[in-house]
DNA sequence: GGCTCGACTTTGAGCGATCAAAGTCTAGCT
DNA sequence: AGCTAGACTTTGATCGCTCAAAGTCGAGCC
């Protein structure tokens, strides 16, 4: 049974991988600064963790998760986004705050309450950022979208919200954008770096910036 | 903010302390035994302990909780308490296992969800055992009760049940026997140990031994 | 080819929690 | 008073995780 730890190593690598798929390894200063550890830190774990099986470990390299540990980072995976949407749908808990909260339950939850859980809502895809939910085989269903400061002018509905930090979602949600929002693009000023867009039929133009619209992604 | 290492302690230390309240100290040993460490190790954490002003440490006698250490220690109980009702009632888990469960859950959940429980059960005074549950200021609304195995023949209601393992919890569930059910003792065998009993307007008796009747409190 | 700079690794240390085993009190008996 | 058994304390060690700082490697530049 890995330690919380180890599973937060193995979450940061796999986010890490997935965010650049096309390098083979994951660095391991990349790592430490995911986690906030020191470099030093993170190649004592990366050793041990490649004698466990969860990672292949190539020194001055990087790392790759092996089967065994993809698969048990997609289990932590399916967990937090399981415990954010109940978080949300069944104690009513602000989605603002819901990150933080599932940060620990993801690693201390029976197999138990997580079935019951899924179960409880439904076996849900979806988690409040939309955000694909793994099944409890590990397979994760990817759906298509494209970052909101990609797209040209015309209609979208909101599906993904990649950030978690507590200010930045409560304002989104102050100003009705939540994954499943109708979203319309009236115009994008890439000198500026500013897109407008209007929200879910309501009257007002909204503007934001370049990073923020990079971070909504719509369908 | 004490660790749950800590938290652990200084419920064992209230439970132990309230178990025996003629004493006025908690010794070392049955606190080593209670959590199972050694007491050299208990000794050490008690020094610790007084350090950080939960109990005060008298060496080689033992210790109390001073009000900080009590209030600690019953918040944590209000913790557990309540998880344990909310495990059972919001999350439909069998009583049987939600010990363990609430026994994690009690170090680890935010004030927030913790009130958000408190809030969806209504402020409950009891959970699933039967125990009072502490309110958010710490007050305990101790209720009276006695043990089944000192009771003459009669009508009573089972209002407490003083023990937390798995198969004892589901053996009482398949008699009916769960907080808030009504029990006519039929009579009592004092040389034999065993009271003779008949669950909420059921037809059969069943036969208890003295240690279980004692661990059912009943009003 | 040699050098350098940045990324990575190694080393030595600390912290919190634990243990086993050796040492010390002290209450209570003789 | 002296002894002893049992309860408690001390000591030295381990384990998981972490850090700072010193050491090493290697890709890319001259």
């Known amino acids: 049974m890995p330690s919380s730890t180890v599973e937060n190593y193995l979450k940061a690598i796999l986010r890490l991988s997935d965010e650049s798929p096309d390098e083979a390894l994951v660095g391991i200063g990349r790592i430490a600064t995911a986690l906030e550890l020191t470099s030093g830190t993170v190649t004592t774990m990366m050793k041990h963790l490649g004698k466990e099986g969860f990672v292949d470990y190539q020194p001055r390299k990087g790392v790759v998760l092996t089967e065994t540990g993809r698969a048990a980072a997609v289990q ?22 819901v990150h933080e909260e599932a940060e620990v339950l993801e690693h201390v939850l029976s197999d138990r309450m997580v079935e019951r859980i899924d179960e409880m ?99």
């Open 76 to 97: 932590v995976l399916r967990r937090h986004r399981l415990i954010e949407l109940f978080l949300v749908e069944v104690m009513h808990l602000d989605w603002a705050h």
């Open 121 to 219: 809502l439904g076996r849900p895809a979806h988690d409040p950022h939309g955000d694909p939910i793994p099944n409890a085989e590990g397979v994760v269903r990817e759906d298509e979208f494209k970052a909101l400061s990609e797209c040209e002018p015309g209609e979208y509905q909101l599906v993904r919200v990649a950030r978690d930090e507590p200010d930045f979602l409560r304002w989104l949600q102050e100003q009705g954008l939540r994954p499943g929002a109708g979203i319309e693009v009236r115009g994008i000023d890439k000198l500026a770096g500013i897109v407008e867009i209007r929200v879910d039929g309501g009257e007002q133009s909204l503007r934001i910036g370049e990073a923020v619209a990079g971070v909504l992604g719509v369908s």
